[in-house]
C-alpha cells in the first residue's frame, strides 16, 4: 500500500514538472504550438521524419520572427519590395488597364502589384493567427512569397520605368516607325549595329513591319527578337512589334510568310457568323504571337455606307450591327492569343468619298448624331471586346467642327473617343506619310498636334527624328507640359508591363 502511494506521489511530480495539467495550450505562443506538433509527428516513417522536422524547424523560425517583431518590422520583413512599390490605388489602376492579355502574361510570371500585395497579406495572416497549420504548409507559403518578390524585382512597375526615363526616352516611346526609319537603309530584312545604334540614340515605343521586309519565317522571328534585345539593351523597355494583318487582301504574312489565309471581310460578314470572325481572330493571332509579334492592325470596324470609299472589301458590311458583331468576335480571338488587337479607322471612312492616302484632303460630310447611330456602335462593342489599340484616322468630320483630320482632332480624340466611348486604351494615328497629312503638314507638326489631341503614338511620319525634335521643344518651352507626355507614356509602359516588355 505505501508502495502505491509512494507511486502515486512520483507520478503527480512528474505531471507538474511536465506542464500536463498547468497552463493550458491555449495560453502558449505560436512557436510553442508548432513545437508541440513537430513531437506528434514523431511516429512517421524514419526516412520522412528528418526532412520534415527540417521543414518544421525553418518555419518555426519564421514564425517566431513574425510574432516577436514589431508592427513595423512585420511590415518590412513581408515587403521587401518597398522602394519599388506603388501605392495601392496606382496598383489597382495597372490591374484596371491589364486587359485580355494580362491572363497570358500572368502565367509568365508578370504578376501586378495588387496580386503580390494580396499574397503577402495572405502569407503574414497564415504565420501569424493560423498557429494549428503544419510546419509542411508553412513552408509553402514562405517559398511562394520569396518567389514574388524576385519576380517583382526582376520586372519594374510602369511608375517606377517613367519615374527613370529622360524626356527623350519618353518622348521615344510615343512613336512607332519602320525598320528602315531606324537606318535609312531602302528595304530591311535583317538587323545590325545601324539597328541598334539607332535604337540606342532613340529608343522608339514600337516598329511596324510590311511585305518587303519578309523572307521566310525563321528570318521574321529572328529580325523581331534580335530588334527586342536591342530595344531591352538600350532603355529596358521592349518595342511593340505590329503589322497589318486583316485577312483577305491586306494579309502580309500570309501572302509572304504561308500564315492562314482568309477570304475578304466582306465576304465573312455576309453569314454574320460570332464563330467564324472569333475563329480568323484565334489563328492569325496565333501565327503572329509565335513569329514574335505582339500587334496586330486589325480588324477593320467601318461600316460600308458609300460604295466609294478606299476600304471596298476589307469592310465586313453595311450594317453596323454586323460590323459590331464580327469585328468585335475577331478582337477576342486576336486577344485570346496574347496580340493587342486594332479597331480602325476611328470615328470610320466607310462614307469617305476619296482616299487618304492619295489626297490631301478627305472630308466626310456627317453629324455626330449620324455617327453615334452608325459609326460608334462598332468600335463600343469592339473596346469592350478588348481591343488595346484604336487607330484613329486622317479624315476631317464636318460634324465635329473643327475642320482637322481626326488624328489631330481634341474633339475626335479626347472628347469623343475618351469622353464619350469610354475608351482607355492606346489611341494610334494612321500613317502620318499618307497624304493627308505629309502634303500638309511637317512631321513635327503633325506629331505635336497629334500629341495635343490626345494621342498616345504617332504612327509613320516621314521623319521622326524631326517629329521627336520638335514634341521635345515643344515640352521645353511649355507649348505642351510633361504631364501630358507623362500621361500617353503610363498607358504605353501599362501595356507592355502586361506583355512582360519591362526589363530592367
Do not use: W
Not at 494580396?118 to 502569407?123: A, D, K
Not at 512569397?145 to 519618353?170: C, F, H, N, W, Y
Not at 532603355?235 to 475578304?264: M, N, P, W, Y
Amino acid at each position: 500500500m505505501k508502495h502505491r502511494k509512494y507511486t502515486a506521489a512520483l507520478l503527480s511530480l512528474s505531471l507538474l514538472l511536465t506542464g500536463c495539467g498547468g497552463i493550458s495550450p491555449a495560453e502558449n505562443s505560436s512557436t510553442e504550438t508548432i513545437a508541440t506538433e513537430t513531437t506528434e509527428t514523431e511516429p512517421l516513417h524514419t526516412d520522412m521524419t528528418t526532412s520534415y522536422t527540417q521543414a518544421e524547424t525553418k518555419t518555426t523560425s519564421a514564425v517566431k520572427t513574425e510574432t516577436t517583431s514589431s508592427a513595423a518590422s512585420k511590415t518590412e520583413a513581408v515587403s521587401t519590395e518597398a522602394p519599388h512599390t506603388q501605392p495601392k490605388s496606382e496598383a489597382q489602376h495597372e490591374q484596371k488597364h491589364t486587359e485580355a492579355v494580362t491572363s497570358h502574361q500572368t502565367e509568365q510570371n508578370n504578376d501586378s502589384y495588387e496580386h503580390e500585395h494580396t499574397q503577402n497579406s495572405e502569407i503574414t495572416s497564415t504565420t501569424t493567427s493560423e498557429t494549428t497549420t503544419t510546419a509542411m504548409t508553412a513552408t509553402t507559403s514562405v517559398t511562394t512569397l520569396a518567389e514574388t518578390t524576385t519576380t517583382a524585382r526582376s520586372t519594374p512597375l510602369p511608375k517606377t520605368v517613367l519615374d527613370g526615363m529622360t524626356l527623350e526616352q519618353k518622348v521615344g516611346q510615343m512613336f512607332m516607325v519602320t525598320p528602315e526609319a531606324l537606318t535609312g537603309i531602302s528595304t530591311m530584312t535583317q538587323v545590325g549595329d545601324g539597328t541598334r545604334k539607332a535604337i540606342r540614340e532613340v529608343p522608339v515605343g514600337g516598329i511596324i513591319y510590311f511585305a518587303k521586309n519578309m523572307t521566310s519565317q525563321e528570318q521574321m522571328k529572328k529580325m523581331i527578337s534580335t530588334t527586342q534585345e536591342y530595344a531591352a539593351e538600350a532603355c529596358g523597355i521592349g518595342l511593340f512589334t505590329a503589322v497589318d494583318e486583316e485577312g483577305g487582301e491586306v494579309a502580309r504574312c500570309a501572302q509572304k510568310l504561308g500564315t492562314a489565309k482568309f477570304d475578304s471581310m466582306a465576304h465573312y460578314g455576309k453569314d454574320n457568323d460570332s464563330g467564324t470572325a472569333y475563329n480568323i481572330g484565334s489563328s492569325i493571332g496565333k501565327d503572329l504571337k509565335a513569329l514574335g509579334f505582339n500587334v496586330d492592325f486589325a480588324p477593320v470596324a467601318d461600316v460600308n455606307i458609300c460604295s466609294s470609299n478606299e476600304l471596298g472589301n476589307r469592310i465586313f458590311s453595311d450594317d453596323p450591327n454586323v460590323v459590331a458583331n464580327m469585328s468585335s468576335y475577331v478582337v477576342r480571338g486576336l486577344r485570346d492569343e496574347g496580340v493587342c488587337a486594332t479597331l480602325k479607322h476611328f470615328p470610320g471612312l466607310g462614307a469617305e468619298k476619296g482616299n487618304t492616302h492619295t489626297n490631301s484632303t478627305v472630308v466626310i460630310e456627317r453629324t455626330l448624331v449620324e455617327r453615334r447611330l452608325m459609326e460608334f456602335i462598332r468600335f463600343s462593342d469592339g473596346l469592350n471586346a478588348g481591343a488595346v489599340f484604336v487607330l484613329v484616322g486622317h479624315q476631317t468630320v464636318t460634324g465635329f467642327g473643327d475642320e482637322l483630320p481626326c488624328d489631330l482632332s481634341y474633339k475626335a480624340v479626347t472628347e469623343i473617343l475618351r469622353g464619350e466611348l469610354g475608351f482607355e486604351g492606346i489611341a494610334i494615328t494612321d500613317s502620318q506619310q499618307m497624304n493627308t497629312i505629309s502634303k500638309v503638314y511637317t512631321s513635327g507638326e503633325a506629331a505635336k498636334l497629334s500629341i495635343k489631341a490626345g494621342i498616345d503614338i504617332i504612327l509613320m511620319p516621314v521623319d521622326y527624328r524631326e517629329a521627336v525634335n520638335a514634341v521635345c521643344e515643344a515640352v521645353r518651352s511649355g507649348e505642351i507640359s510633361e504631364k501630358r507626355i507623362d500621361e500617353s507614356v503610363m498607358r504605353i509602359l501599362r501595356k507592355k508591363y502586361a506583355l512582360g516588355l519591362l526589363k530592367k
